[in-house]
């Protein structure tokens, strides 16, 4: 079923580079849906680091040229493929990818990677749900293996990723510290679930920190900045304390010992990873938290396409995130 329009507008990216090689095209045909694919009318899509990361050709898995980037999207079912029974045209929906790319106006998507949208959600909070919520649960729980009664301290806990993982283990038990860049940011993470929030840009913080935690030590460290902060997280874990890599923008030199003195270990996560079986359970978990009402996702700024590339310059270089970025076409 097709779209009542054929053209829409859509980011291009036609060559890697910087923000700048995003382009707004007004007359990209409208895609089709195949089999066990549904076309999504987007009402707004998620901006995420991995995007800039690929859009720079810098990432492991490099799309082929011209895409359009974006996986997170909320919107509205316009079209079903054949087989799909799952949806019907007007369904309110979220994903967690997408094959066309999300920052566009139309965009189609897998059938099993798009979910219902709960009315207790705007399509802003519906387009932070995708990879924040998925990768913080994977980080978490699938890999980190958390526990009700531990620790965990979240590293950058005022973005996207940051947010969702503080509201997940505060539901889940654990008892959960963040770090923050700013005033506003450290709020924000303390009214999302965090018990005890730290500001990552004084000097001693590591040492509030450890005198926070005593003896003991944190037992999970969710890390989106490793290539800054890996080595000083070693030293912040528990006995048997793992940090999960969550996010990294380059390399740093650590000491193997550090993982020795206490039998600590270093796990990188990916959602791309993540099996059929995995991705239902983040689902479920996610669907559930929304209903139960603890999981609400907080939205930060906001761009019209045609800022595209001003949004891929600051979610990198923005002094604090506070919430999930998001486009609005």
């Not at 999207?73 to 087989?83: K, L, N, S």
């Not at 009315?119 to 519906?126: A, C, H, V």
């Not at 912040?236 to 193997?256: D, Q």
Request: charged share 20%; aromatic share 6%.
């Amino acid at each position: 079923m097709a779209a009542a329009r054929s053209v829409m507008r859509a980011v291009r990216v036609f060559e890697f580079g910087g923000p700048e090689v995003l382009k707004l095209q007004a007359n990209v045909s409208v895609p089709d849906p195949k089999e066990n694919q549904v076309l999504i009318r987007v009402h707004a899509c998620g901006v995420n680091p991995v995007e800039t990361y690929v859009r720079a050709g810098g990432y492991a898995r490099k799309p082929a040229l011209p895409y359009t980037p974006g996986s997170d999207v909320a919107g509205v079912i316009a079209g079903v493929g054949e087989r799909v029974t799952a949806f019907k045209k007007g369904d309110r929906v979220f994903t967690i990818g997408t094959i066309s790319g999300g920052y566009a106006e139309y965009a189609v998507a897998a059938a099993d990677r798009v979910f219902p949208l709960s009315d207790k959600l705007d399509f802003r909070q519906g387009a932070a749900l995708g990879i924040p919520y998925f990768t913080a649960y994977r980080a978490l729980l699938q890999k980190g293996r958390a526990k009700a009664g531990e620790s965990v301290l979240v590293h950058g806990a005022s973005g996207g990723v940051g947010i969702a993982t503080c509201q997940i283990a505060r539901a889940c038990g654990l008892k959960v510290l963040g770090t923050a860049g700013t005033e506003e940011g450290m709020d924000v993470v303390l009214r999302n679930g965090a018990h005890q929030v730290f500001n990552h840009r004084e000097a001693n913080y590591t040492d509030k920190i450890k005198e926070y935690t005593g003896t003991e030590g944190v037992n999970i460290i969710i890390e989106m900045l490793s290539n800054i902060n890996l080595a000083t997280d070693l030293q912040l874990l528990s006995c048997a304390g793992r940090v999960m890599v969550v996010g990294s923008r380059g390399p740093i030199e650590i000491n193997p010992r550090d993982t020795m003195s206490k039998e600590s270990s270093i796990t990188g996560v990916s959602l791309f990873l993540a099996t059929e079986e995995e991705m239902h359970e983040c689902a479920a978990a996610v669907l559930d938290g929304i209903e139960a009402g603890w999981l609400k996702p907080l939205v930060g700024s906001e761009y019209p396409l045609e800022r595209a590339a001003q949004a891929h310059q600051d979610i990198i270089h923005s002094r604090g995130a506070q919430g999930k970025m998001v486009l609005l076409p």
